[in-house]
């Protein structure tokens, strides 16, 4: 099994004002964990209802601001990704197209398309997968 990446280095968070993550279990490493078991469960829910097997979860602080499965295949929107549509219920759910500073937490590697909209919305950082492996700042 590879080991758990350990987070952005001291400099990344720094630049993008995100709380460091150090080697032992803190509240954002905690919170990281915790997004990643509900992106799973929102994964497995899409699986289960029909559709793709991705999940994806908005992380303002250690609160989930949104949240949702790939409803791509049920919706029949192509664009309706899980990192999407977890960007658009964290947006509804804060009544703000601006997510400053939230982290975009998935079960896979954000596709461009869902890479260049939390660009857009101001998702500080996406983290992805089992390994909580760190994708850094959209670009």
């Known amino acids: 099994m590879p080991p758990r990446h350990a987070g952005p280095s001291r400099r990344d968070c720094l630049i993008a ?3 460091l993550l150090g080697a032992g279990a803190t509240a954002q490493g905690n919170a ?6 509900r ?3 929102l994964r497995d829910e899409a699986l289960r209802g029909g559709d793709q097997p991705y999940g994806a979860v908005v992380l303002q602080g250690d609160r989930v601001v949104g949240a949702a499965p790939s409803r791509v ?3 029949e929107d192509p664009t309706a990704h899980a990192e999407m549509e977890a960007i658009r219920d964290a947006a509804r759910r804060l009544r703000t197209r601006d997510l400053s500073g939230c982290v975009l937490v998935s079960t896979s590697r954000p596709c461009r398309m869902c890479e260049a909209a939390a660009g857009w919305a101001g998702i500080a950082r996406m983290v992805y997968g089992d390994a909580l492996t760190d994708a850094g700042a959209p670009r």
């Open 17 to 19: 004002g995100l709380p």
């Open 32 to 37: 990281l964990q915790q997004a990643m078991r």
């Open 39 to 41: 992106a799973e469960t």
């Open 73 to 75: 295949v049920t919706t």
